[in-house]
């Protein structure tokens, strides 16, 4: 991670690092969520996955915004506002237009202005499918921004002035939420994020149904990746007696085992590499665990809600 003398680093703060139903989950007492409740030492809690990035340290954007979004707020740094009210949030960038992601956005409606920041087929489900646009327009204004994949996009202030921040969006495998039946390209996007003075990057992809070599290599000519790490393998739901799906048939690769993503990952030698969208099953939870400490000693981090980085 680099930022010249003269730079201001951009500031990535993670506010959730919990797969959709946060951790420990309301209705789970599977072995972890269990722990979480009855040894809280043993397992930190964690809110839904959303990242906060700033280059002042005071205007932020959000890459998703989670249901667990007024707390997550609470939480980011920044000077205590003079004004009686103050919107700490210049936009919002997606992802995907699954719930975990996007229900925050409706929970904002109090902005009175809203900055969004999705591909088109995004940008659609929220319209059409899930309908969180429409709702939210009802109490605010709502510009969207259309970022295309491959391309950059600047993120600017609700002012208009560029904020020195630029996001460009690619492909990941993955499905459409289960409310869509349209699967456009563009559904299921991870983020670069480039600050374009220090020339510092982040990859954010929280969720990913294929860690292939090309992506890999994306990933590492960036300073920072922060990872798909729901499941630790493939039958986790299925074992637990809790679900009948594979996380691959959720699109969501394992990270354990000779094609998981620790495996893949721990290749890259120059960005530091950070799992996020923890699911609350999965045993990486448990700070003394043996799962744990396979991923630590191959060099990765598991995600905690507050870790902050600059790049
Ligand atoms: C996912 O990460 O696979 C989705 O968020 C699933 C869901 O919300 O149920
Ligand atoms: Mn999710
Ligand atoms: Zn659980």
């Not at 397992?43 to 979004?69: H, I, T, Y």
């Not at 919107?87 to 969004?116: F, K, M, N, S, Y």
């Not at 292939?212 to 300073?223: F, H, P, Y």
């Not at 499941?231 to 007696?241: A, N, P, Q, V």
Request: contains cysteine.
């Amino acid at each position: 991670m680099k930022a010249g003398p003269s730079a201001i680093p951009v500031h990535i703060v993670l506010l959730g690092t919990a797969a959709g139903g946060g951790f420990p989950q309301w209705n789970c007492w599977c072995p972890t969520c269990r722990t979480a409740r009855i040894s809280p030492h043993r397992a930190l809690r964690r809110r839904q996955s959303s990242a906060g990035v700033s280059l002042d340290g005071e205007r932020w954007f959000l890459l998703n915004a989670s249901p667990d979004v007024h707390d997550q707020l609470d939480c980011l740094p920044g000077p205590v506002p003079a004004g009686v009210r103050h919107v700490p949030v210049e936009g919002i960038v997606t992802t995907d237009a699954e719930l975990d992601h996007t229900l925050g956005i409706v929970l904002l409606r109090e902005a009175r202005h809203l900055q969004l920041v999705a591909t088109a087929s995004v940008r659609r489900i929220l319209e059409h499918d899930s309908r969180i646009l429409p709702v939210t327009r009802a109490f605010a204004r709502v510009e969207v921004t259309e970022m295309k994949l491959g391309q950059s996009t600047p993120l600017a202030y609700r002012s208009g002035e560029f904020s020195g921040i630029t996001v460009e969006p690619f492909e990941v495998p993955a499905g459409t939420p289960r409310f869509s039946e349209e699967g456009t390209p563009g559904h299921t996007v991870g983020l670069i994020v480039l600050d374009g003075e220090s020339g510092g990057s982040c990859a954010y992809v929280p969720g990913c149904g294929e860690l292939d070599e090309a992506l890999l290599d994306r990933l590492g000519g960036t300073d920072l990746v922060l990872f798909d790490g729901t499941f630790w393998t493939d039958d986790e739901l299925i074992s637990l007696g809790i679900g009948d799906r594979r996380a691959r048939e959720m699109d969501h690769q394992p990270i354990s085992g000779p094609s998981g993503t620790l495996s893949r990952l721990s290749r890259l030698a120059r960005p530091k590499k950070v799992y996020t969208h923890i699911n609350n099953t999965n045993p990486i939870l448990l700070e003394d665990s043996a799962e744990r400490a396979i991923v630590e000693r191959a060099g990765l981090t598991v995600g905690a809600d507050g870790m902050t980085f600059s790049i």
